[in-house]
């Protein structure tokens, strides 16, 4: 079994900083991306962020130059700092990982549970 579970989402004044985190844990082989995405209420799941195993980034239009996404290999976990936070920010940001379990020839897709971020205006 494999879990992601994150933590650092909260409630955050318009044009403060928040950083999520999510941690990757069980029978892991190898992990090729890492990200997040958000959904809002009625709207599809949204790519926020993500960075593969060799430090590729990939960023949202919307989120350039205001996040960025981190990751330590050795840790299976990966990092979003969320700087200059914007009301239309606010949502349910989750972990996502592609990965190799052990014992496994597949890559296979992995979800956290979500953290909510809240930025007030």
């Known amino acids: 079994q494999v879990r992601l579970v994150e933590s650092g989402g909260g409630l955050v004044q318009a044009g403060g900083s928040l950083r999520l985190s999510c941690a990757a844990s069980?029978?892991?082989?190898?992990?090729?991306?890492m990200g997040w995405y958000r959904q809002a209420p009625g709207k599809q799941r949204e790519l926020v962020a993500a960075i593969t195993n060799d430090g590729s980034t990939n960023y949202a239009d919307s989120v350039k130059g205001r996040f960025t996404i981190s990751r330590d290999n050795a840790k299976n976990t990966v990092y979003l700092q969320m700087n200059s936070l914007k009301p239309e920010d606010t949502t349910v940001y989750y972990c996502?990982?592609?990965?190799?379990?052990?014992?496994?020839?597949?890559?296979?897709?992995?979800w956290g549970q979500g953290t909510q971020v809240t930025v007030s205006s």
């Open positions: 996502y990982s592609k990965l190799r379990g052990l014992g496994s020839v597949r890559l296979n897709d992995y």
């Open positions: 069980g029978n892991i082989f190898t992990i090729y991306t």
